[in-house]
């Protein structure tokens, strides 16, 4: 058994010590939002923290991960209201998703460690590869979740998970309050 504590919670892979920390948080813990890539540590959509530093879980065996603090996108927010997931909506810098829970952790490890980074900081910080090119919006993501985190900047974002759709019409006036099951009843 290989124990360690993942999101907070303490966790024992049954599992060869050489495991990929990526495979066991996917395939044994389904924490399916760390992604994998390339297999070969090139592109960062398997970023995690591990005692808070962004590292490539498909380098990481579980057996170096033993007795550490993992954290993947799920612990980071569990309401999405961690500045940098906010950020990211905000400034629109997500496109097809696939890249975007390894940025998200590669961006807070950033911000944690230099809670007011230069352009080129982010840069070196965020080596993530995106095919989709949001890479001009996600420098002004960070900048932005970095004057979030400062209290510079609020950012208006969408609801939480689990808000109920009158709520959320509240919240986020252009949201619809009806199903669209119940207007395709009401139309005929």
Avoid: W
């Amino acid at each position: 058994m290989t124990a360690m504590t993942v999101n907070e919670r303490p966790v024992d892979f049954d599992m060869d010590p050489d495991t990929p920390l990526l495979h066991a948080l996917r395939d044994a813990a389904n924490l399916t939002g760390t992604k994998y890539g390339c297999g070969e540590g090139d592109c960062g959509a398997c970023m995690v923290l591990v005692d808070g530093e962004a590292l490539r879980s498909c380098l990481v065996t579980i057996g170096e991960a033993e007795g550490r603090f993992i954290t993947t996108i799920e612990g980071l927010s569990r309401d999405r209201s961690h500045p940098v997931q906010q950020a990211l909506v905000a400034e629109q810098a997500i496109q097809c998703g696939f890249c975007t829970p390894g940025i998200a952790i590669a961006a807070a490890s950033l911000l944690r460690g230099n809670p007011d980074p230069t352009e080129a900081q982010i840069r070196a910080a965020i080596p993530n590869l995106c095919r989709c090119g949001v890479y001009p919006r996600l420098i002004k993501a960070v900048q932005r979740a970095s004057r979030v985190g400062r209290r510079r900047e609020t950012i208006s974002a969408a609801p939480p998970p689990g808000i109920d759709r009158e709520d959320a019409a509240r919240v986020v006036p252009g949201m619809r309050t009806e199903s669209p099951a119940a207007d395709a009843e009401g139309s005929d």
